[in-house]
C-alpha cells in the first residue's frame, strides 16, 4: 500500500509492491521521478526533516517524493544499500544519479537544484 501525505505529495510507501509500483510509475514517465527518504520514524530529529521534505515536494509537483521506513521494509533498504538515516537517493528511469546521506538540508535542495533548476524550502 501506498499513501500521500495530505499536506504535501510524499508517498508513503508500506509494502514491496508498493515500492516497485511507484518505482515502475516514474520509470514510465521518464522525468526525475523519485527522491526517496529512507527514515526510521523513531529518530526525532527527522520530524523536522520530514517537514523539508513535504515542503520540497509541495514546490515540485513534477517529482514524485517517496518515504520509506527502514524497520518497515528492511528488505527494500538492504536491496538499496541504506546504512544511515536519513537517506535521499535520486532517480530517473529507475537509475541512480545521487545519494544525500544525513539531515542535511542545504546539500538535499542542492542536489535537487543540479538536477531540476533552484530549489528552496
Request: hydrophobic share 40%.
Amino acid at each position: 500500500m501506498a499513501t500521500s501525505d495530505s499536506e504535501g505529495q510524499v508517498i508513503g510507501c508500506h509494502t514491496v509492491e508498493a515500492w516497485n509500483q511507484q518505482l515502475q510509475k516514474g520509470n514510465e514517465n521518464k522525468q526525475l521521478q523519485d527522491s526517496c527518504g529512507f527514515h526510521c520514524f523513531l529518530v526525532r530529529t527527522l520530524s523536522f526533516h520530514c517537514s523539508i521534505f513535504r515542503e520540497l515536494a509541495k514546490k515540485l509537483p513534477n517529482v514524485t517524493f517517496l518515504k520509506v521506513d527502514v524497520d518497515e521494509l528492511k528488505t527494500v533498504a538492504s536491496d538499496w544499500a541504506v546504512e544511515a538515516m536519513p537517506t535521499f537517493i535520486f532517480l530517473k528511469e529507475g537509475k541512480i544519479l545521487e545519494r544525500v546521506v544525513g539531515a542535511k538540508k542545504e546539500e538535499l535542495q542542492q542536489t535537487l537544484a543540479k538536477h531540476l533548476g533552484s530549489v528552496t524550502a
